[in-house]
Nanobody, 127 residues
Framework: QVRLVESGGGSVQPGGSLTLSCAASGLPAMPYCMGWFRQAPGKEREGVASIKGDGSTSYLDSVKGRFTISMDTAKRTVHLQMNSLKADDSATYYC?????????????????????WGQGTQVTISS
């Protein structure tokens, strides 16, 4: 059974930075992929970034150039470095895992593409 545990959320001012981390256990051997999603109150869950084991990545247009997803395959961890944060980035952020990823990573940006989820971590951007 896959288990995902997020950490690193918090509250920062606009323009600030945060790094989210997700520790995974129970993942099979490659080719799994992982992603970060977010959900603000009253809005649908949206894909923020995804990454495959080969290092290929995909990003939501609104975070390109500001967010960076990375994965340590040996440690089964995935990180999301978030810079130049804006009020619109405020949401609960979720780590997700998909057990088999054979297509290009940009095909895995929807919530229904992923099989396992973390409990979420809150990110609040406020002055």
């Amino acid at each position: 059974q896959v288990r995902l545990v997020e950490s690193g959320g918090g509250s920062v001012q606009p323009g600030g930075s945060l790094t989210l981390s997700c520790a995974a256990s129970g993942l099979p051997a490659m080719p799994y992929c992982m992603g970060w999603f977010r959900q603000a109150p009253g809005k649908e869950r949206e894909g923020v970034a995804s990454i495959k084991g080969d290092g290929s990545t995909s990003y939501l247009d609104s975070v390109k150039g500001r967010f960076t997803i990375s994965m340590d395959t040996a440690k089964r961890t995935v990180h999301l470095q978030m810079n130049s944060l804006k009020a619109d980035d405020s949401a609960t952020y979720y780590c997700a895992a998909r057990l088999v990823c054979t297509l290009d990573v940009d095909q895995y940006m929807g919530a229904t593409d992923f099989h396992a989820w973390g409990q979420g971590t809150q990110v609040t951007i406020s002055s």
